[in-house]
């Protein structure tokens, strides 16, 4: 069997898929480290260091101590709302998971991406599935019974609302300049100019509108602790507060790779460094990934250095700011598509 008969195989698909599954569940916890490690050098203190070198199984002693926590569920919560919600929340992640490609490998010439499937609108079938998250937001504090909780869903819908129009505007923007709504063909079209550079404005409004649609700091007013206690996950604890907890870094990777693939040109290198058969296989992916984490240095950084908005300056900044910006953008790309450019 060829190999590029093998990539195809729905049997290479599924395990493939598992074990997608299983990088992103490593990658969230290098990120929580990582995360923690570049907060502390931020704020001049000490980080996690007394668990292994650089206190990296810190998170593996978290892990445990979730794992070994009491399970307490509050009396007068909707319980099966509460114990599902968690559930929904990483759904949510794991649908994501399905589409979008975690880099690439040429062989002879042909570029295969290393994705579980190949969707013909993957685009926006992300975009969809990743509003799931939002209802298990809900869930969690709906069925909670804790006022502050609800007040933090009531939160997130306000800005999921009014950070998706402009998002998805920028989604359409970057479709309409590639001729398709699949993530493959996206990266692809941007070979060998980036949309960055294409559309900068459509990148700024992307990338502000996915830290608010990811409820990154200074967009976490839905459990800002000052005001909320924790807000939506406030009565969770041990492993369903860690899987809520988790599902926000995954979310982290798989919105940095987003970036990437939408305007940072994906895993496209020039043909010259992609010629030998063992380049072809490490570097578009290495490429990809290397990528990646720059986009998500820049989100942990600006969450350790700006300080959070209120509420009502989060709402005006997407409707007042990004939605025409992102308008103006959606008119430039249609010029360019007319003039052929």
């Known amino acids: 069997m060829e190999i590029p008969e093998i990539l195809f195989n729905p049997w290479v698909r599924g395990i ?5 599954m ?82 690439a490998v040429i062989i002879s010439g042909e570029t295969y991406p290393i994705a579980a499937t190949d969707m013909d ?10 509003a799931i998250s939002v209802i298990g937001i809900f869930m969690s504090a709906y069925s909670s019974n804790n006022k502050y909780s609800l007040l933090g ?25 590639a001729g398709s709504l699949n993530i493959i063909d996206i990266a692809h079209a941007q070979h060998p100019l980036w949309f960055i550079i294409k559309q900068p404005i459509g990148f700024i409004v992307f990338f502000i509108a996915l830290m608010a649609d990811m409820g990154r700091l200074p967009f976490d007013q839905n459990e800002s602790e000052e005001e909320l206690i924790a807000g939506w ?4 604890t041990g492993m369903r507060f860690g899987l809520g907890f988790f599902a926000e870094y995954i979310h982290l990777i798989l919105g940095s790779m987003l970036v990437v693939l939408l305007f940072l040109g994906g895993w496209n290198l020039p043909e010259m460094l992609t010629t030998n058969t063992i380049a072809g296989i490490i570097l578009p992916t290495a490429f ?21 908005f209120r509420i009502d300056q989060v709402v005006d900044l997407s409707w007042k700011r990004l939605l025409p910006l992102s308008l103006l953008n959606l008119g430039w790309v249609i010029l360019l598509a007319l003039l052929g450019v």
């Open 288 to 308: 990809f990934l290397g990528k990646v984490a720059i986009v998500m240095l820049a989100i942990i950084m600006i969450r350790w250095a700006v300080p959070r």
């Open 153 to 177: 869903a009531f939160r997130n819908f306000a800005r999921m609302i009014g950070y998706e129009v402009p998002l998805g505007i920028c989604i359409v923007s970057v479709a309409i300049m």
């Open 22 to 103: 299983g990088a992103i569940f490593i990658g969230a916890m290098i990120a929580v480290w990582f995360e923690r490690k570049l907060a502390a050098d931020i704020q001049q203190r000490h980080g996690p260091n007394r668990v292994g070198p650089h206190g990296i199984f810190q998170l593996v002693a978290d892990a445990i101590k979730l794992f070994t926590k009491e399970d307490i569920i509050p009396s007068n919560a909707d319980k099966l709302l509460f114990v599902f919600a968690p559930i929904v929340l990483m759904g949510s992640v794991f649908l994501m998971l399905v589409a979008i490609p975690f880099g």
């Open 16 to 20: 493939l898929g598992l074990c997608l």
């Open 233 to 236: 996950i406030t009565e969770y």
């Open 121 to 130: 609108i993957s685009i926006l079938y992300v975009e969809a599935v990743s």
